[in-house]
């Protein structure tokens, strides 16, 4: 009695039974064991060592269509919106509301920097610092992942209110500049006045057939 084994026409792929699988899976239990515990091994450990990383956020509602300064910044910004948000957002992470947030009393001693020159500071906070603008709103979320959650809520907190500083500083600065560019405008209308008046009054001396009825000049002398 002889076997006969059949062969498969090159270039068709060959399926193998399913029971063909499960022996092959089963001779290798041992191997799959091992491997999936060596994987959830290496898991528990890698988190145990890392610990629980928390994350400290907090959010900033930016008006763009605000009246006041926040409109006018709007306008000198491009229209505002979309742009706005991110110019604002781009601000919160700049090197000046860094700075001035580094040297508030909860950042100075804070210990998440323990590990941080105090001149890499700065730069570190700005790669780890995530500022993120709303698609659908006007929304800036700033926030922080640390092991620490107390002392990365404070890091949040003095950021957003360094940037609250720097940003009332800068409206007031701009008002101000603005009431001088007004005040400066008025005097020279006040000005102009002054010698518009002095004209008319030179016109009228010279020329008493007229005289100054409603807004008009009218001409009261007869024709001849």
């Not at 920097?113 to 979320?141: H, N, P």
């Not at 990365?152 to 560019?181: H, L, P």
């Amino acid at each position: 009695m002889s076997e006969q084994n059949t062969l498969l026409p090159p270039g068709e792929p060959h399926e193998l039974p399913i029971g063909q699988i499960l022996a092959i899976l089963w001779r290798g239990r041992w191997i799959i064991a091992i491997c999936v515990l060596l994987a959830v091994g290496l898991g528990l450990a890698y988190v145990i060592r890392r610990g629980t990383i928390w994350r400290a956020s907090s959010r900033l509602a930016v008006e763009s269509s605000a009246p006041g300064m926040a409109a006018l910044d709007s306008l000198m910004m491009g229209g505002g919106g979309k742009n706005y948000v991110n110019t604002q957002g781009e601000i919160l992470r700049s090197g000046e509301v860094l700075r001035e947030a580094l040297k508030r009393d909860a950042l100075a001693t804070n210990p998440i920097f323990a590990e941080v020159e105090l001149a890499d500071r700065q730069a570190w906070l700005k790669k780890a610092l995530k500022v993120s603008a709303g698609r659908k709103d006007e929304i800036i979320t700033v926030s922080l992942d640390s092991k620490l959650k107390a002392e990365a809520c404070e890091v949040v907190n003095g950021v957003v209110d360094s940037y609250m500083d720097f940003y009332s500083k800068r409206n007031k600065t701009k008002a101000e500049s603005i009431v001088d560019q007004l005040a400066g405008r008025l005097t020279n209308l006040e000005e102009e006045n002054k010698k518009l008046l002095a004209l008319r009054e030179a016109f009228l001396r010279d020329n008493p057939g007229f005289s100054v009825g409603g807004e008009n000049l009218v001409l009261a002398h007869k024709l001849r």
